[in-house]
T-cell receptor
Framework: AQRVTQPEKLLSVFKGAPVELKCNYS??????LFWYVQYSRQRLQLLLR??SRESIKGFTADLNKGETSFHLKKPFAQEEDSAMYYC???????????FGTGTRLTVIP | DTAVSQTPKYLVTQMGNDKSIKCEQN?????MYWYKQDSKKFLKIMFS???????INETVPNRFSPKSPDKAHLNLHINSLELGDSAVYFC????????????FGPGTRLTVT
């Protein structure tokens, strides 16, 4: 069975500090991993996916199959990064996403 | 020019009532979903429809019945509402299966009193 774990419910960092949001997963096959973000009063939206290997808004995430992790990182946090972040997993050929419990990031000015 | 829309945005109702939430997407996507977000912000899949056909029903009480009149719509009907049904319900759509980006609606906050 698939499982996505985000160990931190709340994370606060100062503006300009590095930030890392942790995500660990459990899946027997080859998963697709995603990070979704929900800014205040906005809808949930895709931030990035591991398959595209790109940096979005300064965020990157590397899939580590050995550690079954997909941590989200940004070297210098900005106030506008404050939001709810969800790590999500989709199995090969599967029709749905399994979400972690989310991490609320607060960037302190 | 909203991609995924839901109505109503807020819904307050009493226990035992029957209510519906509507969802429409104008993206031409084949797959639509319903998610429930509880008070702790945990987001869980409820249903997935592909081309009007039910693909997933994740241990949801049969008081919840999704209806897809066409590919662009997936409505959620809830019978005999209970206090525990209070949550935010999100509709989403994607081009194909779960590996594709999902586009979410703004959510419907349901409060059962």
């Amino acid at each position: 069975a698939q499982r996505v774990t985000q160990p931190e419910k709340l994370l606060s960092v100062f503006k300009g500090a590095p930030v890392e949001l942790k995500c660990n997963y459990s899946y027997s096959g080859s998963p697709e991993l995603f990070w979704y973000v929900q800014y205040s009063r906005q809808r949930l939206q895709l931030l990035l996916r591991h398959i595209s290997r790109e940096s979005i808004k300064g965020f990157t995430a590397d899939l580590n199959k050995g550690e079954t992790s997909f941590h989200l990182k940004k070297p210098f946090a900005q106030e506008e990064d404050s939001a709810m972040y969800y790590c999500a997993l989709s199995g090969t050929g599967a029709n749905n996403l399994f979400f972690g419990t989310g991490t609320r990031l607060t960037v302190i000015p | 020019d909203t991609a995924v829309s839901q109505t109503p945005k807020y819904l307050v109702t009493q226990m035992g009532n029957d209510k519906s939430i509507k969802c429409e997407q104008n993206l031409g996507h084949d797959t639509m979903y319903w998610y429930k977000q509880d008070s702790k912000k945990f987001l869980k899949i409820m249903f997935s429809y592909n081309n009007k056909e039910l693909i997933i029903n994740e241990t949801v009480p049969n008081r919840f019945s999704p209806k897809s009149p066409d590919k662009a719509h997936l409505n959620l009907h809830i019978n005999s509402l209970e206090l525990g049904d209070s949550a935010v319900y999100f509709c989403a759509s994607s081009l194909g299966d779960g590996a594709y980006e999902q586009y979410f609606g703004p959510g419907t906050r349901l409060t059962v009193t």
